[in-house]
């Protein structure tokens, strides 16, 4: 990678956590490599009061630098928003850009309320979305067998090939109750899966990685020990590999993914891709 | 709230995981509360023979429900764009409507290349993600109290009070290494702060729950016991305000907010929102 040459200042500017914004920035800005930028969010901007210090920090921050930075808006109220289109920036108002035509296309006006993108914690959804969190804390890497009957999805490979952090995923953002459970050399030995999980067969999800990767990933945490070996990092995947092909258990890849992208994978693979609005 | 009267299909076409498509949509949907909208999120488009597959089953699901789906993409190859648009929906091109203004206004050609929001799994990026995940499960409910002066922040609060969640949250989200500890009776009795956290002071964090609610969520767990009692949620959560007042720590009440708007605040409070792009 050769460094970057152009700075730029980019404002996440929303009512409520600025998390869409924020989201959304760091997407299309990644189409930009020779750009380095500097995101500022200010979230919670509810009020015209609070709207207009922010205009006059976007002002400063265009005539400190000599260029107006990249304002990401969600603001929702009209007042808020004329505020900072006026400011020195280039707006990029996400919220009233799309909300008219979908205002047209479904025949009636948004609700244009403050801070809504959120589930608060009184709701359903919200308990939902704890007890899947609990679930999978509880059934990490393979701690608690009792309740597996209540998983929607039990991830399955070797020791550091990405269950964990995909498990907690899937249940912070999918509410998806999400056990984990190693694939260890005493497996591959007796050619089986681990007994606890032969009654849900049909849960299970298999993770697998490159050896090269996971011999990297496990001398991080425990240098030159055998666990981490590049030899027994082989043995370990193609055992693995085998073992889930012989019973037929669908797997991916994480060498080269992210935690997103292993996470949509799954979801898509076993069909639980059920939020609903 | 009364039962939603119409009903819309909406697509999520990304030629990545979708997440920046659906995050956003899901946004700006909840400004239309009348509308149930079921959302159908298709992941990986990144041919034009998907993009083509995708286009019929929006016509089909145009003619079956008798009206044109919202679609949201953030697709970047303008062949598949263009087959999308052409099909018999509301086409919200979140890439391209933005694309363009940013090119002028940074005097450059955006990269076009097609999945590149997520951070892949060699980035020193994502080996700090997943250290602060490992950081904030090995440091979960206080039950390992050695490298604690590695935490970046440590929250404290009465068992229940949404403690866990935000320290996964701002873990996975913003590879932030964030510990969490009880404050119980024990604590209350001596009027002082664990032992363990003296050295850490200026790390802490607060969090508080009204304690009708925490009674609510304890009831959950343990029905009917002491530990959820409402007289004994109010102790608590009396003590525990009155430690932080006497502290100095940093509060805020997580009843009514989401893990997102809590996490949110926590980052803006502590100064620690570091992103970079």
Redesign the interface.
């Known amino acids: 990678m050769t460094s970057p040459k ?1 700075e ?1 200042t ?1 404002f996440i500017v929303s009512d ?5 914004a ?3 920035s ?14 500022i ?1 200010l ?2 901007i509810d009020s015209t009061e609070k709207a207009d210090a922010v205009a006059r920090r976007i002002n400063r921050c265009s005539l400190e630098t000599g260029q ?1 930075p ?1 304002v990401f808006s ?1 603001l ?1 109220s009209p007042d808020s928003v004329e505020l900072i289109r006026q400011s020195d920036c ?1 707006f ?1 108002d ?2 009233g ?3 008219v ?2 205002e047209q ?2 025949g ?1 006006k ?4 403050v801070g ?7 709701s359903k959804q ?2 939902q ?2 007890d899947a ?2 679930f999978t ?1 509880a059934h ?1 890497d393979g701690q608690f067998i009792h309740g597996l009957e209540e998983a929607d999805v039990i991830l399955v490979g070797v020791s550091r090939c ?1 269950k ?2 995909t498990s ?2 899937l249940a ?1 953002q999918y509410a998806v109750k999400a056990a984990n459970f190693p694939l260890i050399p005493e497996d591959f030995e007796r050619s089986c899966l681990p007994t606890a999980l032969l009654p849900y067969r049909r849960k299970l999800f298999g993770l697998s990685i490159d050896p090269d ?1 996971l011999s990297e990933v496990r001398n ?1 945490r425990r240098p030159n020990s055998e666990y981490a070996s590049l030899r027994q990092c082989r043995y370990e995947v193609a055992e693995a590999e085998r073992l889930m092909r012989i019973e037929g258990i669908p797997w991916l890849s ?8 292993i ?3 799954v979801l ?1 693979e076993i069909g639980l ?1 059920r ?3």
Not at 110 to 113: A, D, K, L, P, V
Not at 255 to 261: C, L, N, V, W, Y
């Open positions: 152009v730029r980019v409520s956590t600025g998390i869409t924020e989201t959304f760091h997407s299309v800005l990644s189409q930009f490599e020779e750009v380095k930028f500097e995101a969010r979230p919670f107006p990249l969600t929702v280039v990029l996400l919220f850009t799309f909300v035509p979908i296309a479904l009636m948004s609700s244009h309320s809504r993108s959120h589930t608060g914690s009184s919200y308990s979305r704890i969190i609990n804390l990490d990405g964990t952090p907690l995923y912070m990767r991080e994480t060498t080269t993914k992210s935690i997103e992208e996470s949509t994978k898509d891709d939020r609903t609005f």
